[in-house]
């Protein structure tokens, strides 16, 4: 998704400032390994609303996160995958509209255990989960699933010159 433009940029700015370039936020989400404060938010099964912190991944133009199987937010992206991550970036903060499904490959699961372990986690692949010494004390106890977040629309409003609110949609 990094690389492609989007097919429908839509300004939300009631204040007269020009519509963001989808670079803004993707240069951002290029430019690190975690991103800083993320939030994930579910449905659950009877259709109320929830939201969990998570340590996410930009990687390939993709989200990855991890979840213990036993919490909320694995259960209910086992019922509905459409999902939302919201993250502050440096400059921007943006809401990504899309899905998450879980990631059994070995081959994607070492090469995102490789990407955390660069960026200080000491993950490591077991069967077809995470494990490690330690996570988010909300994680659950490890396995930890890994999931691949992939986003149709995001929305930014911009916190630093110059300003602005945007809407990206992108081909799925």
């Known amino acids: 998704m990094a690389d492609r433009a989007p097919i429908e940029t839509k300004n939300l700015d ?10 803004r936020p993707r240069d951002l989400f290029l430019g690190t390994i975690f991103l800083g404060t993320a939030f994930l938010g579910t449905t659950r099964p009877d259709c109320r609303p929830h939201s969990a912190g998570i340590g996410a991944l930009w990687l ?3 989200i990855y996160f991890t979840s213990g199987p036993g919490t909320r937010k694995s259960r209910n992206l086992a019922a509905n995958p459409a999902c939302t991550i919201s993250a502050r970036l440096t400059t921007i903060d943006i809401v990504l509209e899309g899905e998450a499904v879980r990631v059994t490959d070995v081959p994607t699961l070492e090469r995102v255990a490789a ?3 660069e960026a200080g986690w000491p993950v490591q692949v077991e069967g077809d989960a995470f494990t490690a010494p330690y996570s988010a004390p909300s994680a659950g106890p490890p396995p930890w699933h890994l ?3 992939t986003f149709h ?3 930014g409003n911009a916190t630093a010159e110059p300003h602005g609110a945007t809407r990206w949609r992108f081909e799925v």
């Open 147 to 149: 999931y691949r977040f």
């Open 14 to 23: 009631i204040y007269g400032n020009a519509p963001l370039p989808w670079s």
């Open 153 to 155: 629309t995001a929305i």
């Open 115 to 117: 990407r955390c372990r």
């Open 60 to 62: 390939d133009g993709d």
